[in-house]
C-alpha cells in the first residue's frame, strides 16, 4: 500500500520540486547569455521572459550536459540549448522532455556508423557527417558549431536545437510520426488533415524545383516534416503565416505563441 501511494503522489512531488526549481532567480550571468544567443528575447514581455527563465532553470537541474570529442561543456553551451529548446515548452504543457536524460555535444559535425539493408542478405556500413539527432531512446546529440551559426543566422529557417527537440516532442506518444500529444482528441484530426495536406504539397514543390519556404528536408518523412515546420514556425513566422497559413495556425494553437509579434 505505502509503494501505490508513492507512486500516486510522485506526479504531484515532482510538480512541487519543479514549482520550485522555476522559482529560483534567474543568474544574472544567465539571462546576459540568453539576451545575446536569443534574439527574440529582448522582444518578449516580462511575463514571458520570466516564464522561459523558470523553464531553463528545470532543464538545466533535470538534465545532463556531456561534452564529446574533446568539447569542455560552459554555462553559455549549457544555458543556450536550454534556452532555445525553453521555446517549445512555453505552451505550458506541464512536461520537460520526459524520455531525455542526457544532452551530447560535440565541437562541430561528428561521424556516425549507420548500416542499411541493400538486398535481402546484404547490409552495408558507412559513416555519415550529422550536426545533430535525436532518434536515440534517451539522449539528444548537438554541434556547438552548428549552433552558433544558428544564433547568428536566426530567421534563416534552420536551427538544430528546435529541430532535435521538435523530434522529443514527437516521440513523446510513443513513436516517430509528425505527431506531439496533442491537448484534446478533437485536435488530431485537423492537425492530420493539415499536416498531411501540407506533407505532400511540400514534397510536390520541391520534386518540381519551386523555392520553398520550408527546407526540402522536410520531405524525408512525417516526422522530419514536423521538426522542420516547428523551424520554420520559430525562424520565419511571417513568411510561414503568408504561404502555410492553415499550418501555421496548427502551431500557433499546438505551441500557444505567435513569433510574428517578435520580429
Request: net charge positive; with cysteine.
Amino acid at each position: 500500500m505505502v509503494i501505490i501511494a508513492l507512486i500516486w503522489l510522485m506526479p504531484a512531488l515532482i510538480k512541487l520540486r519543479r514549482q520550485a526549481i522555476k522559482n529560483r532567480p534567474f543568474p544574472l550571468h544567465s539571462e546576459a547569455i540568453v539576451k545575446q544567443n536569443l534574439i527574440y528575447y529582448k522582444h518578449f514581455p516580462q511575463t514571458l521572459r520570466t516564464r522561459l527563465q523558470g523553464h531553463i532553470n528545470v532543464i538545466l537541474a533535470e538534465k545532463q550536459f556531456i561534452g564529446c570529442g574533446g568539447l569542455e561543456i560552459t554555462e553559455e553551451i549549457k544555458v543556450t540549448i536550454a534556452a532555445v529548446s525553453a521555446l517549445l515548452l512555453l505552451n505550458e504543457r506541464g512536461e520537460y522532455y520526459p524520455k531525455l536524460h542526457s544532452i551530447l555535444v560535440y565541437p562541430s559535425a561528428y561521424l556516425v556508423k549507420q548500416v542499411q539493408a541493400v538486398s535481402n542478405y546484404v547490409v552495408q556500413e558507412s559513416k555519415v557527417v550529422r550536426l545533430g539527432e535525436s532518434w536515440s531512446k534517451d539522449q539528444i546529440v548537438l554541434s556547438w558549431s552548428q549552433i552558433k551559426y544558428d544564433i547568428e543566422n536566426w530567421q534563416d529557417g534552420h536551427n538544430v536545437i528546435l529541430h532535435e527537440f521538435a523530434h522529443q516532442l514527437d516521440s513523446e506518444n510513443g513513436s516517430f510520426n509528425g505527431v506531439p500529444i496533442l491537448e484534446h482528441k478533437s485536435d488530431y484530426a485537423s492537425w492530420a488533415k493539415v499536416f498531411t495536406r501540407e506533407y505532400q504539397q511540400l514534397i510536390k514543390n520541391v520534386g518540381r524545383g519551386a523555392k520553398t519556404v520550408m527546407n526540402e528536408y522536410g520531405t524525408t518523412n512525417p516526422a522530419e516534416f514536423f521538426a522542420v515546420a516547428t523551424e520554420t514556425f520559430f525562424e520565419k513566422p511571417k513568411q510561414m503565416a503568408q504561404h502555410h497559413s492553415a499550418l501555421y495556425n496548427q502551431l500557433t494553437r499546438y505551441y500557444k505563441l505567435e513569433p510574428r509579434e517578435w520580429i
